[in-house]
C-alpha cells in the first residue's frame, strides 16, 4: 500500500515557539492532504484539508493564523504551529489521497506527531 | 448534520469469540464507507472499505462488513477473534464525489483476554 510518513515523530517545545511537522507521500502523488488532532481516548478531529497548490481550508473553529498549513508540492505538506501553548499539546496525523493504481482515492495515513508544548 | 455513530465505546471479548462491531451514518446520499484500526502505539491502518458492488466487503486479517443501505448501517465481524485484535476502531464515511473528507465514529476500543 501507500506510504506517508510525518516528521518529527514527536517534538518538545517551549511556550512561545513555533513547530513545524512534515508529511510526505513517499510513493505516490498526493492531490489533496487532510490534517488531523487527536485527543487522548478520542477520535480523530479534522482540522484542515489542503489541495497541492493552493489554500488549505480550514475547519470551524480552527484557527488559521495559528496552524499553519503549506502544500507546496504533491508529495509534501507542512503543518506549522506558531506560537505554541500547552493547550496546543496533541497527535497531530496527516493523511494523504492521491490517485493509485487501481482508481480508488483512498486516504493513507502517516504515523503521527507527538507534539508536547510546556 | 452529517454524522457516523459507532455503538460501543469498549468491548471486551475472549480469544475465539465471535466479534461485531456497530456503524451507523446519517447522510441521504451515496456514501463511502471504512473501518480504519489504531493497533497500540502505531499509525492507522484500513481495514476495509466499501465504494460500491457486493455489500459484504472483505478486508485484511479475516474482517468483513457488511453495507445495508436501508439500515445505514456498515458493521465490522470477525467470526473468531485473536489477541492480537487488540485495538482501536474506528468507523468513517464520506460522501460520494466530494473532496473525500472523512467523518469518522467516535471509535470502539476492542480488548481481547488472552
Known amino acids: 500500500g501507500a506510504v506517508v510518513s510525518q516528521h518529527p515523530s514527536w517534538v518538545i517545545c517551549k511556550s512561545g515557539t513555533s513547530v513545524k511537522i512534515e508529511c510526505r507521500s513517499l510513493?505516490?502523488?498526493?492531490?489533496?492532504m487532510f490534517w488531523y488532532r487527536q485527543f487522548p481516548k478520542q477520535s480523530l478531529m479534522l482540522m484542515a484539508t489542503?489541495?497541492?497548490?493552493?489554500?488549505?481550508?480550514?475547519e470551524q473553529g480552527v484557527e488559521k493564523d495559528k496552524f499553519l498549513i503549506n502544500h507546496a508540492s504533491l508529495t509534501l505538506s507542512t503543518l506549522t504551529v506558531t506560537s505554541a501553548h500547552p493547550e496546543d499539546s496533541s497527535f497531530y496525523i496527516c493523511?494523504?489521497?492521491?490517485?493509485?493504481?487501481?482508481?480508488?482515492?483512498?486516504?493513507?495515513f502517516g504515523p503521527g506527531t507527538r507534539l508536547t508544548v510546556l | 448534520a452529517q454524522s457516523v455513530s459507532q455503538h460501543n465505546h469498549h468491548v471486551i471479548l475472549s480469544e475465539a469469540a465471535s466479534l461485531e462491531l456497530g456503524c451507523n451514518y446519517s447522510y441521504g446520499g451515496t456514501v463511502n464507507l471504512f473501518w480504519y484500526v489504531q493497533y497500540p502505539g502505531q499509525h492507522l491502518q484500513l481495514l476495509l472499505k466499501y465504494f460500491s458492488g457486493d455489500p459484504l466487503v472483505k478486508g485484511i486479517k479475516g474482517f468483513e462488513a457488511e453495507f445495508i443501505k436501508s439500515k445505514f448501517s456498515f458493521n465490522l465481524r470477525k467470526p473468531s477473534v485473536q489477541w492480537s485484535d487488540t485495538a482501536e476502531y474506528f468507523c468513517a464515511v464520506t460522501p460520494s464525489g466530494g473532496n473525500y473528507q472523512l467523518i469518522w465514529g467516535a471509535g470502539t476500543k476492542l480488548i481481547i483476554k488472552p
Open positions: 510513493d505516490f502523488q498526493a492531490t489533496t
Open positions: 493523511s494523504a489521497r492521491g490517485l493509485l493504481a487501481g482508481g480508488d482515492n483512498e486516504q493513507f
Open positions: 489542503s489541495n497541492e497548490g493552493s489554500k488549505a481550508t480550514y
